[in-house]
């Protein structure tokens, strides 16, 4: 992409609304508006990264088995009746009528019509196990959006739900889930930790929120430190064997939310100088609650003794575009962002120095053919802005390398390249910068 033909609405001011860094990124780097409170739209430096975040969600619940789908976004009140949470969902639900004066609603979340599409053919244990999931916008009417995409009203969401027979594959279900969050998390850069979450009603030990450790978070939560820095458990997996030593590896230390901490607890099973009080912020949720809607709405399925039984069921939540605040929390400096490769706008920014210097843009399209041929994906600024706006800008933007091409450089054959996590620089021929970064 040229950036002269690009849309990079970037601000020089820092704007007073953002109260935390990864919003007034957000809104300085152009990638976002707000058009409502808690609405916004995507601009198209933050709608690649998006995608990008969206991608890797995708990539790992594939691999963990679970079959993507697509359900709408409005939803039928009725529908909501069958489970009695019409009634009970609060404020929060976005209730309209159509032109017929049939009540519907912007889902806040899918658990009633998933159970819908699952009861209308699901017949027996061997139409099971089934993990089905979608990625599409959710409206939540929250008392306080704020802090730009961290609490909107409509975000997008990864949810997934899992459908089994018995109690045992239920946690199955569940521990692929836990496992492939773990996965997914680690390919965005993020070190999230599982803590233990509030059931609710239910009980059970089966819910966890998957939390990135950030000041600006806006739930308290206490853990074992050894649990920040563990490895992810990997990719290659049986996903069909038995998962539950990786997830006991990780949920056999303390970690908790706030609703589910014992101070008492905490002590007994960590050491002191283990003892981690934080905030954090939570990307994703996963939660087992067995037949709360496959009973209230009749989903059942035959098991293999011939009884007919309520279908055993859980839900799987990823902040998809509240990613893109938590990973600008985790990595940015006073100059801007810094994207993790994984999901940046662009691979490499290629500066132009001296656009309309036949030599300098002989280098920058050479640069950029190599780049683009190698999949990199660079953003070429063509632009005739100053030297230090360019620099200012490309930080601003965070991709993870930066080319810079000028004259006095073409002239001896080098280039300069800057990583920008590091802020280290290689002067070397174009050649060789290719080979750096990987191309
Ligand atoms: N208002 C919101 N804005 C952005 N992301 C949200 C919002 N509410 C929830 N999410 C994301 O969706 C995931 C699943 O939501 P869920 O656990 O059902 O919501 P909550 O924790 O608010 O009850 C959460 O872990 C979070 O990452
Ligand atoms: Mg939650």
Request: hydrophobic share 40%.
């Amino acid at each position: 992409m040229r950036l002269s033909r690009f849309f990079l609405p970037v601000l020089k001011e820092n704007p007073s609304e953002a109260q935390i860094v990864s919003h007034r990124l957000m809104l300085r780097a152009g990638m976002i508006r707000q058009e409502a409170a808690g609405i916004y739209a995507w601009l198209p430096l933050g709608f690649r990264v998006l995608k990008k975040i969206e991608q890797i969600v995708r990539e790992e619940m594939d691999r963990a088995g679970a079959v993507e789908l697509l359900m709408p976004t409005l939803q039928l009140a009725d529908l909501w009746r069958e489970s009695g949470r019409y009634d009970d969902y609060g404020q929060e639900m976005l209730r309209i009528k159509d032109r017929h004066e049939r009540e519907m609603l912007y889902g806040p979340t899918n658990e009633e019509m998933i159970t819908e599409i699952v009861r209308a053919s699901v017949r027996s244990y061997k139409d099971l196990p089934k993990i089905l999931y979608h990625i599409q916008w959710k409206f939540r009417d929250e008392q306080r959006p704020r802090f730009g995409v961290m609490r909107g009203r409509e975000f997008l969401m990864k949810d997934a739900y899992g459908f089994d027979i018995d109690e045992a594959g239920a946690r199955h279900s569940y521990n692929k889930m836990f496992v492939a969050y773990l996965n997914l998390f680690d390919r965005m850069g993020l070190k999230a930790v599982p803590m233990r979450a509030d059931t609710g009603p239910i009980g059970g030990d089966l819910s966890h929120e998957f939390i990135i450790l950030a000041e600006t978070g806006e739930s308290a939560v206490f853990c074992h430190k050894d649990l920040v820095d563990m490895p992810p458990p990997g990719i290659d997996l049986d996903w069909d064997g038995d998962l539950q030593p990786l997830v006991d590896q990780r949920t056999r230390l303390y970690a908790a939310t706030e609703e589910m901490h014992d101070p008492a607890r905490f002590e007994a099973e960590a050491p002191e100088d283990k003892r981690l009080s934080a905030r954090g912020i939570e990307v994703g949720h996963i939660f087992y609650f067995g037949e709360k809607y496959s009973k209230a709405m009749k989903a059942n399925a035959t098991g293999a003794d011939g009884v007919d039984r309520p279908i055993q069921m859980g839900s799987y939540g990823v902040g998809v575009s509240r990613l893109l605040g938590a990973i600008i929390e985790a990595s940015h400096d006073d100059n801007g962002i810094i994207w993790p490769d994984s999901v940046a706008p662009f691979g490499v920014g290629i500066i132009n120095m001296r656009p309309g210097d036949a030599a300098v843009d002989a280098v920058c399209a050479d640069a950029y053919a190599a780049l683009t041929q190698a999949g990199r994906e660079p953003l070429l600024d063509d632009t005739a802005e100053r030297a230090g706006a360019k620099f200012a800008t490309m930080d601003l933007i965070g991709l993870p390398w930066q080319l810079v091409v000028g004259p006095k450089g073409v002239a001896d054959g080098v280039v300069e390249l800057k990583r920008r996590a590091t802020g280290e620089r290689h002067v070397v021929p174009l050649t060789r910068a290719l080979e750096i970064i990987g191309g």
